[in-house]
């Protein structure tokens, strides 16, 4: 079975995902504010997971900073909302987990995330990190099922080894 993954690495702003090929892009709701940003936001999510239907989703944990907090919360919840309805497994990892599988440091620096994964892909990320941080992620579903993006993610299983990985995962790995 080929493990289909969405990662999303959630912002008000502007939203890193990326899918089980290495494929990465950025879902902007930047145009938008209050309710409005949060139903497109939402409504294009949706659009991604019935087009790909991936097995698992892979979600970056909330990383609180600013004044912004609250409104970030609410899209989380909101994201998290759609992915139960929808029934997809989800994988919530804390931002120093990401940090750490990319880099080898729980307290990396975004630049040392985007260079790390920029490196790993092969091509240059935008230095806000979004989609680093999506590739990053969807590379952890991968390296469980002993897909390696990097030479490095073989070395840094033990960042993601005890993630509530789903059953499709674990089957998969398996498989594999």
Not at 103 to 117: E, F
Request: charged share 25%; net charge positive; aromatic share 8%.
């Amino acid at each position: 079975m080929k493990l289909r993954v969405l990662a999303i690495d959630p912002s008000l702003r502007s939203n890193g995902l990326c899918i089980d090929d290495g494929t990465t892009w950025l879902l902007k709701g930047d145009h938008l504010a209050g309710v409005q940003r949060l139903r497109f936001l939402r409504d294009a999510v949706e659009d991604v997971l019935e087009d790909y239907q991936p097995h698992v989703v892979m979600l970056e944990g909330y990383a609180y900073k600013g004044p912004k907090a609250h409104q970030v919360g609410e899209w989380g919840g909101v994201l998290r909302l759609l992915l139960h309805e929808m029934g997809r497994p989800v994988v919530v990892v804390a931002p120093a987990k990401v940090k750490g599988f990319a880099t080898g440091k729980g307290n990396a620096k975004k630049p040392v995330v985007v260079a790390a994964m920029s490196a790993a892909a092969g091509r240059q990320f935008h230095k806000d990190g979004d989609e680093a941080d999506a590739f990053a992620l969807a590379g952890m579903a991968m390296a469980m099922v002993g897909k390696f993006w990097w030479p490095a993610a073989a070395e840094r299983l033990g960042w993601i080894s005890e993630l509530p990985w789903p059953r499709v995962v674990r089957e998969a790995l398996v498989a594999a």
